[in-house]
């Protein structure tokens, strides 16, 4: 660990609890940060972030953020980010890679606000390149791939897109009960969101919302429980 991130670590009798500090503030023009997290055979490893990441304008180049996650043998992996609020003119490219064995659990999650609904911004010029890679045994199990790129404004107000919607999250859940949890999750989401199966155990949910505060009223339920009541207090707050 070195530059300007930190970790904090809470107190927890039966898995680690990491908070992620970006002491920078926000990331703008040719910043890079990277970050590498293993949970070892066994280990239940939890990480959040303290409050949501910023990408301010970039005024001579994209900043870069990449994420390398690993599960080992019936480790469980929680990466629970608070949001990451874009802002006119932000140009970001992130990449997060996550390595599962097959008998690992994980579950991951990325909210995405598109602008400060409540101060009256909007985005007309921004480049958001965002990727998500997971791999099981060195297989290829999930890549999901989002790229935003000039007036995000105009292409978010069109109906087949998101039809004006200011907040989004990606929400994946890799574990044995996934069928059992998608039937539930299922008829807790509102009609701006989705939940899929693939792979047997391999649960999807993509979600909109008019606004970062209507998108965590269904999406803290939700994680509440797909963590088994053990979401970070961060998020509450």
């Avoid at 500090?21 to 939890?46: C, F, H, K, Y």
């Avoid at 990606?170 to 701006?192: C, F, H, N, S």
């Avoid at 792979?199 to 919302?209: C, K, M, N, S």
Wanted: proline letters at 3%; a negative charge; hydrophobic letters at 45%.
């Amino acid at each position: 660990m070195s530059g300007c991130l930190k970790l904090l670590f809470s107190r927890s009798e039966d898995r680690v609890e990491t908070l992620v500090l970006n002491t920078s503030g926000g990331l703008t023009s040719g910043d890079r940060i990277s970050l590498e997290a293993e949970a070892q055979v066994g280990a239940s490893l939890s990480l959040t972030t303290q409050a949501a990441e910023r990408a301010y304008r970039a005024e001579t180049g994209h900043a870069e953020v990449r994420t390398r996650l690993q599960a080992d043998d019936k480790a469980t992996l929680l990466w629970l980010p608070q949001e990451l609020i874009l802002f006119e003119g932000a140009q970001l490219d992130r990449k997060l890679h996550c390595q599962l064995s097959d008998t690992s659990r994980a579950l991951i999650v990325e909210p995405v606000i598109f602008g400060r609904h409540a101060m009256g911004e909007e985005l007309h010029n921004v480049w958001f390149h965002d990727e998500i890679h997971i791999t099981r045994d060195g297989q290829p199990l999930l890549r999901d791939v989002i790229e935003l790129t000039g007036d995000v404004q105009a292409m978010l107000s069109r109906s087949v897109v998101s039809a004006k919607a200011g907040a989004m999250a990606t929400v994946i859940y890799i574990a044995p009960d996934a069928e059992k949890r998608m039937q539930q999750t299922r008829a807790e989401l509102p009609k701006t969101a989705g939940v899929s199966l693939i792979e047997g155990d391999v649960l999807v949910l993509r979600a909109l919302a008019s606004d970062s505060l209507n998108l965590r009223r269904f999406l803290v339920p939700v994680l509440d429980r797909l963590t088994k009541n053990t979401l970070p207090v961060c998020w509450r707050l």
